[in-house]
């Protein structure tokens, strides 16, 4: 059985830092695309980073990027997502998502993703 949980959020001012964590179990296949994705109220759920498990490529949405790095610990079965600089606008919940192997087009998009984590809030005060 598939699991993932989520760690790491809180409240902080513009400006901070946090840093969430994923552990992942149950999981067979060695290749696959893992992802943060985020959802504030009333909105979509966008993704914010992925990475390879294999190779470790990552890529980040736009609005991140310079600001967020996403990273994996094979050995602990962890993923984490370093964010800086943080800002108003990055508050919302961050879930953890993993699938199998597809291009970047494909896993940069919450809906072939099948499993996922229970989230964990990231809140950010001007």
């Known amino acids: 059985q598939v699991q993932l949980v989520e760690s790491g959020g809180g409240s902080v001012q513009a400006g901070g830092s946090l840093r969430l964590s994923c552990v992942a179990s149950?999981?067979?296949?060695?290749?696959?695309?893992m992802g943060w994705f985020r959802q504030a109220p009333g909105k979509e759920r966008d993704w914010v980073a992925i990475?390879?498990?294999?190779?470790?490529?990552?890529y980040y949405a736009d609005s991140v990027k310079g600001r967020f790095t996403i990273s994996q610990d094979n050995a602990k079965n962890t993923l984490y997502l370093e964010m800086n600089s943080l800002k108003p606008e990055d508050t919302a919940m961050y879930y953890c998502a993993a699938r199998d192997f597809g291009m970047v087009a494909t896993c940069t998009r919450a809906l072939g993703y099948k499993d996922w984590g229970q989230g964990t809030q990231v809140t950010v005060s001007s």
């Open positions: 149950g999981y067979t296949a060695s290749n696959r695309c």
């Open positions: 990475i390879y498990t294999t190779g470790g490529w990552t």
